[in-house]
């Protein structure tokens, strides 16, 4: 089993920044991939972007250029540096986690992970 808590969100005004964070308890040694989701009220949850054990990461198109995610290995901690916010990266945001090997197209699926956090709130206004 693993446990997974964010931290980091809050509000800012557009163009701003946020660091969030997850940690993660429990049986972390088994972890392939992790990964941050989002979801705005009524619509999906979408895949943000995700790291592999050995640090290739994986982003959405809508966020490439402006989020970078980051692990601290010896804490168990992913990061998620969100640069030059928009009004539209207003959402939920989860950390998710999983032990099985998938294949790379499919790391941003929401089948994808066993493993989430409760989540943290990104308000980001204009």
């Known amino acids: 089993q693993v446990q997974l808590v964010e931290s980091g969100g809050g509000s800012v005004q557009a163009g701003g920044s946020l660091r969030l964070s997850c940690s993660a308890f429990?049986?972390?040694?088994?972890?392939?991939?992790m990964a941050w989701f989002r979801q705005a009220p009524g619509k999906e949850r979408e895949g943000v972007g995700t790291?592999?054990?050995?640090?290739?990461?994986k982003y959405a198109d809508s966020v490439k250029g402006r989020f970078t995610l980051s692990e601290d290995r010896a804490k168990n901690t992913l990061y998620l540096q969100m640069n030059s916010l928009k009004p539209e990266d207003t959402a939920m945001y989860y950390c998710?986690?999983?032990?099985?090997?998938?294949?790379?197209?499919?790391?941003?699926?929401?089948?994808?992970?066993?493993?989430w956090g409760q989540g943290t709130q990104v308000t980001v206004s204009s």
């Open positions: 998710a986690a999983d032990f099985k090997a998938r294949q790379w197209p499919l790391l941003l699926d929401v089948s994808t992970y066993q493993y």
């Open positions: 429990g049986y972390t040694g088994g972890i392939v991939y």
């Open positions: 790291i592999t054990i050995d640090g290739r990461t």
